[in-house]
């Protein structure tokens, strides 16, 4: 797991599938702390 963006948040929208929950999961394992918005 790197640390990159360990200590920011992220917002990300229209993260129920596709390319949003992969950026989701990305900023994740970057080490940030993800908030998440869909319609599903």
């Known amino acids: ?3 990159r963006l360990a200590g ?3 917002l990300v929208t229209g ?3 596709n390319i949003g929950r ?3 999961e990305a900023f994740a ?3 940030a702390l993800v ?3 869909g319609r599903s």
């Open 1 to 3: 797991m790197s640390t």
């Open 8 to 10: 920011r948040t992220a």
């Open 15 to 17: 993260a129920t599938s």
């Open 22 to 24: 992969a950026v989701a």
């Open 29 to 31: 394992a970057e080490g």
């Open 35 to 37: 908030a998440v918005s």
